[in-house]
């Protein structure tokens, strides 16, 4: 592939009634920027638009990393992972997608922050045996916003859900399927193909009837969670405090600084 022609940032591929949609950064442990999001936004509708896929699974690209969430270099530049146009997606245009296809995740690593709440947004999870699950947005001054914060404790018991999201310290794989956070772990080479089975299987199905079964489990309403508007409302609330604080800038700066952070609670 010629310089002029960089590799797509997210991969798609039918097979039969599935798409595999790839986040395709590995150099960059496939964090999300804006182009990542959009793509991602474009896979996420046409499967919806299109009566001949049937289930979605979303994966990363390489063995080392599902997602690494938010790029914040891109972040550091005032670039954010929110789809113009396409605001109510939320997140790399998929923790609010009003998709009724069912989707599930094969975590190919790490997953942490928006890459954890990738898997949070998922109807089922498989993941690879070295996989890792966490949200350390609080060690950078900022907050699980994508759905974190109120989804762990949704899925979660609640003193491991409020472990992850006050420490920041992740959760391996094991310790994930033990707490009902996935539903399978895998070795690495088995993640899409158990995936990709898993798929087959749902769409094995009367597809109107699966949609119907997955948007009256979330309690969807015209492709959105009403039980969940006033949390999202409350979220961005409180991350916009805290985008504008000095903390959160020093969170950042020290992260690419690759230093401990100097906190001033200000």
């Known amino acids: 592939m010629s310089p002029e022609q960089p590799a797509a940032t997210v991969l ?9 949609v790839t986040i ?4 960059a442990r496939n964090a999300l920027d804006l182009d990542v999001a959009t793509r991602l936004a474009d896979a996420f509708d046409a499967a919806e638009a299109d009566p001949e896929i049937r289930c979605l699974v979303l994966t990363g690209a390489g063995d080392q990393a599902f997602s690494a969430g938010a790029d ?9 992972a929110i789809v113009p146009g396409r605001e109510q ?8 997608h009003p998709t009724s296809t069912p989707v599930i995740a094969a975590v190919n690593g790490a997953a942490l ?19 890792t699950f966490g949200v350390p947005e609080v060690t950078r001054g900022l907050l699980a916003a994508a759905g974190g914060v109120f989804r762990l404790p949704e899925q979660l018991p609640h003193k491991v ?12 794989a094991a310790e994930a399927l033990r707490w009902g956070l996935v539903n399978e772990v895998v070795p690495a080479a088995d993640v899409v193909p158990t995936a990709m089975r898993m798929a087959e299987a749902v769409s094995a199905n009367a ?11 979330l309690g969807m309403v015209d492709g959105d969670r009403p ?34 952070p100097r906190w001033t609670a200000r």
Not at 207 to 217: D, E, G, T
């Open 12 to 20: 798609t591929e039918q097979t039969g009634s599935v798409l595999l």
């Open 24 to 27: 395709n950064r590995p150099r």
């Open 72 to 80: 914040l270099k891109a972040l550091a530049r005032g670039e954010r």
């Open 89 to 96: 997606y939320g997140f790399a245009g998929v923790v609010r």
């Open 113 to 131: 922050g928006g890459g954890t709440e990738l898997a949070l947004a998922a109807d089922l999870v498989v993941a690879a045996e070295h996989a």
């Open 161 to 172: 859900a409020m472990r992850l999201v006050l420490t920041g310290e992740p959760m391996s």
């Open 207 to 217: 597809p109107l009837a699966v949609q119907a079964s997955k948007r009256l489990a």
């Open 227 to 260: 039980a969940e508007a006033e949390l999202w409302r409350r979220s961005a609330e409180e991350m916009g405090r805290l985008l504008a604080s000095d903390d959160a800038a020093e969170g950042i700066a020290a992260f690419a600084e690759k230093r401990p």
